[in-house]
């Protein structure tokens, strides 16, 4: 219900998790400050457009969106950019008449001010990096209704020469371990059970005096949290110790999403990975080794400047050496101000050779998804119920290892886990038959447990 002496606020988040826990975080900001949250534009007396830089078409689709907004707007709506793209572009972005608001990931704590601001007819654009911003004192607003996003680490120290992060979200910075563990206490008493960790390469997580193998069991070990997730790591920063977590921490699932962004060596030189092909295996290799059962997904960039066709082939037979669960696939897109702008423009691989490329790959990686989805057939699993499926009939659920799995209505409500055989499977997903329900009556409000 709205209350009609409360401002109301909507976020609409494009990008990363980051940004989606950067929403909640600044939920929670103007929630302290008496805002409402609501769920559409409409009616709204601020509008945030919490915006992706990572590709061209991610801000194309904002500039499209902001446009669009000027309909929901009545006269007092305040809109913002917040996000990648208000980093990036900053001031550029007040050329646009209807933004008053152009705030970067490190100064959401001014929003309450900068908003009263506007309303006084002023615009700005607040886009300082602040290296010790992690915003502890803010109760993220969540509205996941499983698990909870956990910034750990903000920032990126890698340089690869594609990428934009480290222009819009600045040096890498950790929380402290403490408050971490806090909010997972916090989270749990709101009664989720899993959490994902979040950072640019969470696996370099480093507060001073603990490690990232040091937050998976300090995390894992929470009361309550049933499971552990985190994404992305960068391969040279698996450290036997994190492994050694992964393996021992029962709460920590089976899954890592291991960027490989191409199998060729002499590409991933250009893009500045700072491993070689040899390397990704290995690494794989040892993940393996390490954690039974274990599954794999990963980031691909095709079409990279100056990737011929044998460097793509290379690629390919990576995805067909390390058998992927499932691959996140994306066409090459220049970013202005990256190094990859200041290589020879002769090193441009043409439009068409990308699609053809990224077709072939989507038909490789999919097709190898597919076949060893139909070994799992018949395997009896723990899935957690996550959200109602978009046919509205069934829910969809995940496995530990990261399957999606769709089971009956019926089979108990979201946020329950219970075991399913696998009975069927699209080649992409699965479906799931319950064989015990483990059903937790939840109250309404409270805990879980
Ligand atoms: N920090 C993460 C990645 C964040 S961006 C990591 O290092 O793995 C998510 C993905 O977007 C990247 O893994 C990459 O595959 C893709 N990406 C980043 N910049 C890109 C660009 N300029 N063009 C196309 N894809 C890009
Ligand atoms: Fe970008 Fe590389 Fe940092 Fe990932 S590790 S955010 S791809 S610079
Ligand atoms: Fe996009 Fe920024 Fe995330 S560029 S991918 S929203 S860190």
Redesign the pocket.
Known sequence: MTSPTKPTVYIETYG?QMNVSDSELMYGTLAAHGYEAVSGPEGADVILVNTCA??ENAETRVIGRLGELKRHMGPKTIVGVTGCMAQRLGPRLLKTKHVSLVIGPDSYRALPALIDGARRGERFTATDFDLEEHYEDVVARRFEGVKAWIPVQRG?N?R?T????PFTRGSERSRQLADVVRETHEVVAQGLTEVVLLG??VNSYNDGTHDFADLLRAVGAVDGIRRVRYT?P?PNDFSDRVIAAMAEVPTVCEHVHL?M?SGSTSVLKRMLRRYSREDYLACVTRLRAGIPGLALTT???VGFPGETDAEFEDTLSLCREVLFHDA?M??????EG?P?ERMPVEWTVPDDVVTERFNRLVTTVRGLSRDGNLTRLGLKTEVLIEKVARDGEMFQARTRDFKTVMVPAEAGRIGDYLMVEITGTTGATFTGTPLKVERKMLPLIGSRE
């Open positions: 990363c990572i590709r990126c890698y690869c594609y990428c934009i992060v640019q390469t992305s960068h960027p962004q980031d691909i960039i996140f994306f066409k090459f897109s220049m970013r990256t990859a």
